[in-house]
């Protein structure tokens, strides 16, 4: 695990996203996987602001979904992708490999996406946020270290914090997300934290005990991931 600190959100960003386009110099046809949120943001401003032939052969590969929304729900995480990164790129569909959160077997929809991930040898790039409760994409609390893509039950805290994405009241039950061993099998993962918020999180996430119970501590466990924080989040290492 290497960590690097960073003046602000701005240059976090940008640093964050040079690593994204430094692989896709490197492997054009690179599988491509970046969280939605309020921390990635960043990160997708400045990859949509980059040169678009970087893109022309890589794939994208979705994170995670609120069960049950797509892209035209305002607050969904295909959207905040799309809006942000997909649409500015003129993201072509057939490179677009998302979980449909609204199908009636969700459990098929996670096999598909382990299959294609495997088929091509594990994601180049997996890029994730950390929750209040140390959640890495949509694997909460006590999820095991070695799952795949699964349906998980939303904790109280997930919930609560996910109503900032809507503009009304949202009723949030399940996710269905990549696993923490696509996370360990990435050729890159990477962490990425912002604000002052996130001190504490990161603190325990980094230098307490790895345990399932708090999902974000696994990256100590991945010798080859890259942790990015601003000044804010690093506070307390």
């Known amino acids: 695990m290497t960590i690097n600190t960073f003046p602000d959100y701005e240059a ?5 996203a040079n690593l994204i386009i430094e692989i896709l110099k490197k492997k054009p046809d690179a599988i491509i996987c970046i969280a939605s949120g309020d921390t990635p943001l960043g990160v997708c401003k400045f990859l949509a602001k980059s040169d678009k032939n970087l893109f022309e052969k890589c794939t994208f590969v979705g994170l995670d979904e609120w069960v049950g929304m797509d892209e035209n729900d305002e607050g969904s995480c295909k959207y905040g992708i799309y809006q942000n990164l997909l649409i500015p790129l003129n993201f072509p569909a057939e490179r677009i490999k998302y979980f449909d959160a609204k199908a009636q077997d969700l459990d098929s929809e996670c096999q598909k996406i382990n299959e294609f991930i495997a088929s091509r040898g594990g994601l180049d790039v997996m890029l994730v946020g950390v929750g209040m409760n140390g959640h890495i994409a949509l694997n909460e609390p006590n999820t095991p270290f070695d799952i795949y893509a699964h349906v998980s039950e939303l904790e109280a805290v997930t919930k609560t914090v996910g109503q900032k994405y809507f503009t009304k ?11 923490l061993a696509h996370l360990q099998e990435a050729k890159l993962p990477i962490l990425i934290a912002n604000g002052n918020r996130k001190a504490d999180v990161i603190n325990k996430a980094l230098t307490e005990e790895i345990t399932e119970q708090f999902p974000a501590s696994i990256f100590q466990k991945i010798e080859n991931s890259i942790v990015m924080l601003d000044q804010e989040a690093a506070q307390k290492l």
């Open 169 to 179: 009241e949202t009723i949030l039950t399940q996710g269905i997300t990549l696993g």
């Open 12 to 16: 976090l960003s940008e640093a964050t």
